[in-house]
């Protein structure tokens, strides 16, 4: 089997390939490395300026080595073999989106501690139980969530019930605006409120 | 004025798209699932209609095919997807609204193999290449909405 990609090895592959310095980059491009990366490293304290960072399409297990990434904005580590949130505190006061589609996700304990968090992609990983979006209920700027094919997801749209799982996670995130890429139109958002029994529809 | 001529420029794209979709016809998606081993670029271009529409895929992983390095494609969920009798009318009537900027980091990888073209894809497979025009022209589509939509809206 070959060996894996480093984040320095890939690192330094990019400031070759685009003639950029990667500590001033703002854009960090590490997504779809052959062979995968499989750890990130303290490589990564070195991108100062770096508002994106794309790690998506390796083989990671872990998230870890954020710190020293003090602009961090978009956090981008879909497809990967990532099985919790963990590790995100350095990077909490800045972090505004977080990319997660395609792990092994299926508790979100960790998501609480990133409460600047605006975007949150989560499709195809394994959450089944409403207990895991209440943890988001703290997250008061959390106004975009994606959970298609997850085993929550999956089951409502099995059994035609989709209206229904969308009223009740907006009755439990009433902050969302869109869900599913879809955004949450009036009606939902009454109907949430009405499930809520504050009464008030609308109100 | 400049989002709306943005926004138009992006509108021959997908009139392609479109036209590449229909060329289609069920015939060659029936003939497509009967091959055990389509060719290897079928599989790839597939895996990037999979990810526009959150459909299951594997964890990446690598393969050698002729001289060159590209990520191995998830076929036996695509030929679940092929299955459906509206597979064709669900992609010409796909929500490209809904498109968002991880989808699009996603197919970057299978955009960047040097033989992920329209023309390369239609020696190997015939009509079914133009999948391969329709992906390209939905990330098109998001990259240019993202930035005239909020230039509309104000």
């Given at each position: 089997m070959a060996k894996a990609t480093t984040i320095k090895d890939a690192v330094k592959k990019l400031e070759e390939a685009r003639g950029i310095n990667s500590a001033e980059a703002e854009k960090i491009e590490l997504y779809g490395q052959c062979p995968p990366i499989e750890k990130m490293d303290?490589?990564?304290?070195?991108?100062?300026?770096?508002k994106h960072l794309a790690l998506s399409t390796n083989n990671i297990e872990k998230i870890s080595s954020?710190?020293?990434?003090?602009?961090?904005?978009t956090l981008s580590l879909s497809?990967?073999?990532?099985k919790k949130v963990e590790n995100v505190e350095a990077v909490a006061g800045t972090l505004e989106e977080l990319w997660l589609s395609?792990?092994?996700?299926e508790k979100l304990s960790g998501?609480?501690?990133?409460?600047?968090?605006r975007v949150l992609y989560l499709s195809n990983n394994r959450i089944r139980d409403w207990?895991?979006?209440?943890?988001?209920?703290?997250?008061?700027?959390?106004?975009d969530l994606l959970l298609v094919g997850n085993p929550l997801y999956n089951d409502a749209r099995d059994a035609n019930t989709i209206p229904e799982y969308r009223v009740e996670a907006i009755r439990r995130?009433?902050?969302?605006?869109?869900l599913d890429g879809i955004p949450v139109d009036v009606d939902e958002r009454d109907q949430a409120a009405q499930a809520r029994g504050g009464g008030a529809a609308g109100g | 004025d400049d989002a709306e001529r943005d926004l138009a420029a992006a509108k021959p794209a997908l009139d392609d798209a479109l036209a590449a979709l229909n060329q289609i016809r069920p015939a060659d998606i029936t003939s497509l699932k009967a091959?055990?081993?389509?060719p290897d670029i079928v599989k790839r271009i597939f895996d990037c209609v999979l990810l526009l529409r959150y459909w299951p895929i594997s964890p990446v992983s690598w393969q050698d095919v002729k001289g060159a390095m590209v990520i191995a494609g998830s076929f036996d969920v695509a030929v679940k997807m092929m299955g459906d009798m509206n597979f064709l009318t669900a992609l010409l009537n796909f929500?490209?609204?809904?498109?968002n900027d991880e989808t699009v980091e996603l197919l970057q990888p299978y955009f960047n193999?040097?033989?992920?073209?329209y023309d390369s894809a239609r020696k190997a497979s015939?009509?079914?290449?133009?999948l391969s025009n329709w992906a390209a022209a939905m990330c098109r589509y998001h990259e240019v909405a993202k930035v005239v939509e909020p230039k509309i809206a104000t």
């Amino acid at each position: 089997m070959a060996k894996a990609t480093t984040i320095k090895d890939a690192v330094k592959k990019l400031e070759e390939a685009r003639g950029i310095n990667s500590a001033e980059a703002e854009k960090i491009e590490l997504y779809g490395q052959c062979p995968p990366i499989e750890k990130m490293d303290a490589t990564l304290s070195t991108l100062k300026a770096c508002k994106h960072l794309a790690l998506s399409t390796n083989n990671i297990e872990k998230i870890s080595s954020l710190a020293g990434m003090d602009s961090l904005r978009t956090l981008s580590l879909s497809r990967n073999l990532i099985k919790k949130v963990e590790n995100v505190e350095a990077v909490a006061g800045t972090l505004e989106e977080l990319w997660l589609s395609y792990n092994s996700i299926e508790k979100l304990s960790g998501v609480e501690k990133l409460p600047n968090l605006r975007v949150l992609y989560l499709s195809n990983n394994r959450i089944r139980d409403w207990g895991e979006l209440d943890r988001l209920a703290g997250l008061e700027k959390l106004e975009d969530l994606l959970l298609v094919g997850n085993p929550l997801y999956n089951d409502a749209r099995d059994a035609n019930t989709i209206p229904e799982y969308r009223v009740e996670a907006i009755r439990r995130l009433p902050q969302l605006k869109k869900l599913d890429g879809i955004p949450v139109d009036v009606d939902e958002r009454d109907q949430a409120a009405q499930a809520r029994g504050g009464g008030a529809a609308g109100g | 004025d400049d989002a709306e001529r943005d926004l138009a420029a992006a509108k021959p794209a997908l009139d392609d798209a479109l036209a590449a979709l229909n060329q289609i016809r069920p015939a060659d998606i029936t003939s497509l699932k009967a091959l055990k081993s389509p060719p290897d670029i079928v599989k790839r271009i597939f895996d990037c209609v999979l990810l526009l529409r959150y459909w299951p895929i594997s964890p990446v992983s690598w393969q050698d095919v002729k001289g060159a390095m590209v990520i191995a494609g998830s076929f036996d969920v695509a030929v679940k997807m092929m299955g459906d009798m509206n597979f064709l009318t669900a992609l010409l009537n796909f929500p490209k609204e809904q498109i968002n900027d991880e989808t699009v980091e996603l197919l970057q990888p299978y955009f960047n193999a040097p033989d992920f073209n329209y023309d390369s894809a239609r020696k190997a497979s015939g009509n079914v290449a133009g999948l391969s025009n329709w992906a390209a022209a939905m990330c098109r589509y998001h990259e240019v909405a993202k930035v005239v939509e909020p230039k509309i809206a104000t």
